[in-house]
Every structure is written in structure tokens, then in C-alpha cells.
């Protein structure tokens, strides 16, 4: 049975990996198939919420009842997140957003000279996370973050939960060929309010429903937005 624990609520989910033109070829970016931030649309529509999904250069079906809207790079995903989210009662936001961005991205192809390959200058990308989690015009408004780790999972969790400032850190626990592109996902949900909750390894949308769990009992009251 599925709870209707997120029904009446809305919720802003990021997806995907940012890429960040080079030229009109060429790109930097994350690799992130979107299917985590999907499996929480998939999960948070069955529980009820109306769901808004930021998707960032994703091959995957639509999660049937979402709000899509498609994005490139790290700015368009800013201004749709900022758009999206005083509507929003929570904030999920699993996207890998690109930390550079190449300072300007060349108007035609580059090409080879000859001479070796020119450099690339790179300028820092706005940390959307940060931003939502920072400007809480709605205090009742919850923000998710996502964190990977390959070791020291809790203290580097920790210490990432208060640099940006966001209700709950989901730390997945990556290496080993685990959670990239792959369907199960393992990983510890720690709180603003010092809990830290394990999510055994298990599909995506497992962990999702988990995080979930968290997430609506934290909800202040309904109200119509
Ligand atoms: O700092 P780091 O990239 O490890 O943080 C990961 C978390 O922050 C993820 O939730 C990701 O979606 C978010 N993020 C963001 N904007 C950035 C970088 C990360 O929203 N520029």
C-alpha cells in the first residue's frame, strides 16, 4: 500500500547532469543518468504530490503526471529552480550540476591548428543548492541535498550539510562502480537535527521511497500555495 503522505504537496526534483558549452559541439559535464531524481518524481507522484522535474540532459521516459522542464546547462537550471521554487514545499535536488563552466563558449567549432590545443578557461558555476537552501522566503520550504563520497562518508556528510545550509544530506556511498548509472543505490540521510538514518543498498526508487519517509513527517502543515 502506498501512503498519500505527500498528497496536497508540491515538490521541485533536479535531474540529470548540467553540460557546460565549450563550443556548439563540445561540452563539459557531470555523467548522471537522472535516474535517481526520476525515481523520486516516480515515487513522490505515487504518494500524492504534484510534481515540478528540472531535467538536465536526460535519456529517460517521462515520469507520466510530472511537469518537465529541459535544461543544458548550470544557469538555465538556476533560473528554472529559482522559478520553480516558491511553489514548492520541498526541494530534492540530485542533479550533478557542473562546479565550472568554461569562461566563454566559442561562437563556431574550434578547430585544430596545429599548434596544440588552446586553453580553456574556467569560471565557478552558481551553487544552485546553496542558493535555494540559503533564501528560504517560505521557512516551512525543506531542501534536499546529494553528496558523493568514496570515504569518510559521515564527516565530509556532515561538514557539507551545514556549508550549504540544507534540511537533509543524502550521502550516497560511491566507488567501487556503485550508484553511477547503475539501478540500486546505497546511502546514509543525515539531518539538520543530527539524525543520520542508513538506507540499505537496494533500487532507486527504494531509496527514494526511504527519503521520503523523512521528508513528509518533517512537512509543516498543508496549505494551499
Ligand atoms: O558540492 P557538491 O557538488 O558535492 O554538492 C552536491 C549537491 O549540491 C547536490 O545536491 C547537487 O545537486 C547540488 N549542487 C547544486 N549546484 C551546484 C553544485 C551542486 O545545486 N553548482
Known amino acids: 500500500d502506498l501512503p498519500a503522505d505527500l498528497s496536497g504537496r508540491r515538490v521541485l526534483i533536479t535531474a540529470g547532469g548540467t553540460r557546460e558549452?565549450?563550443?556548439?559541439?563540445?561540452?563539459?559535464g557531470n555523467?548522471?543518468?537522472?535516474?535517481q531524481g526520476y525515481a523520486f518524481a516516480a515515487?513522490?507522484?505515487?504518494?500524492?504530490?504534484?510534481?515540478?522535474?528540472?531535467?538536465a540532459n536526460v535519456a529517460l521516459p517521462d515520469p507520466p503526471g510530472a511537469e518537465i522542464t529541459r535544461v543544458e546547462s548550470a544557469r538555465e537550471m538556476r533560473e528554472a529552480?529559482?522559478?520553480?521554487?516558491t511553489a514548492a514545499d520541498v526541494v530534492?535536488?540530485?542533479?550533478?550540476?557542473?562546479?565550472?563552466?568554461?569562461?566563454?563558449s566559442a561562437p563556431g567549432k574550434i578547430k585544430k591548428t596545429g599548434e596544440g590545443p588552446a586553453p580553456i578557461e574556467l569560471v565557478e558555476n552558481p551553487d544552485i543548492l546553496a542558493e535555494l537552501a540559503s533564501r528560504r522566503d517560505d521557512p516551512g520550504r525543506l531542501v534536499v541535498g546529494f553528496a558523493a563520497e568514496t570515504d569518510n562518508v559521515l564527516e565530509y556528510g556532515r561538514a557539507k550539510?551545514?556549508?550549504k545550509g540544507c534540511d537533509l544530506l543524502v550521502v550516497n556511498q560511491v566507488g567501487d562502480g556503485r550508484a553511477f548509472g547503475t539501478e540500486d543505490n546505497q546511502a546514509v540521510v543525515l539531518g539538520a537535527d543530527g539524525s543520520a538514518?542508513?538506507?540499505?543498498?537496494?533500487?532507486k526508487e527504494e531509496l527514494a521511497d526511504r527519503v521520503w519517509d523523512l521528508v513528509a513527517p518533517r512537512?509543516?502543515?498543508?496549505?494551499?500555495r
Open 21 to 28: 558549452a565549450v563550443d556548439p559541439v563540445r561540452f563539459i
Open 31 to 35: 555523467r548522471s543518468s537522472g535516474r
Open 43 to 55: 515515487t513522490a507522484l505515487a504518494r500524492g504530490a504534484r510534481v515540478d522535474l528540472i531535467s
Open 81 to 85: 529552480a529559482l522559478a520553480h521554487s
Open 92 to 104: 530534492i535536488m540530485t542533479a550533478a550540476v557542473a562546479d565550472f563552466r568554461p569562461a566563454e
Open 161 to 163: 550539510l551545514e556549508r
Open 197 to 203: 538514518t542508513e538506507i540499505p543498498h537496494g533500487p
Open 219 to 224: 512537512l509543516g502543515p498543508a496549505h494551499t
